[in-house]
Nanobody, 117 residues
Framework: QLQASGGGLVQAGGSLRLSCAVS????????LGWFRQAPGKERERVAA????????DYADSVKGRFTISKDNAKNTVFLQMNSLKPEDTAVYLC????????????WGQGTQVTVSS
C-alpha cells in the first residue's frame, strides 16, 4: 500500500512537504510519481523519479518549485512544494509502477492541498 500524508491549508507563497510511505514492496525497484487532481480537471502527473533516484521529471507547471525525492531506507517518497500558488490546490496522490512506461500499477489515497490567495 501507499499512504500519502502532509497535505493541508497554506497561504500562497508557502511550502508543504508531502510524504508517501510504501509498504509491501521496496521502492528502489519502482518508478514513483506524484499526481494531482483538481475539481473539474484531469489528473496531472507533477513529478516522477526513477528507481535509481538519479533521474527526475516535472510538469512544466511546477518546475523550479517542486522537488521529488525518496528515502529507500524509509521506503518513503517525498514531494517538497515551495512557492505554492492557488492553482496548486488539488488532491495529491502518489503512485508506483514496475515499468518505466504505461499505467501506474499501484496508487495511494490522496491528500488534500489547499492554497489560499
Amino acid at each position: 500500500q501507499l499512504q500519502a500524508s502532509g497535505g493541508g491549508l497554506v497561504q500562497a507563497g508557502g511550502s508543504l512537504r508531502l510524504s508517501c510511505a510504501v509498504s509491501g514492496r521496496r521502492i528502489n525497484f519502482y518508478y514513483l510519481g506524484w499526481f494531482r487532481q483538481a475539481p473539474g480537471k484531469e489528473r496531472e502527473r507533477v513529478a516522477a523519479v526513477r528507481p535509481s533516484g538519479g533521474t527526475t521529471d516535472y510538469a512544466d507547471s511546477v518546475k523550479g518549485r517542486f522537488t521529488i525525492s525518496k528515502d529507500n531506507a524509509k521506503n518513503t517518497v517525498f514531494l517538497q512544494m515551495n512557492s505554492l500558488k492557488p492553482e496548486d490546490t488539488a488532491v495529491y496522490l502518489c503512485a508506483a509502477r514496475i515499468r518505466g512506461f504505461g499505467d501506474y500499477d499501484y496508487w495511494g489515497q490522496g491528500t488534500q492541498v489547499t492554497v489560499s490567495s
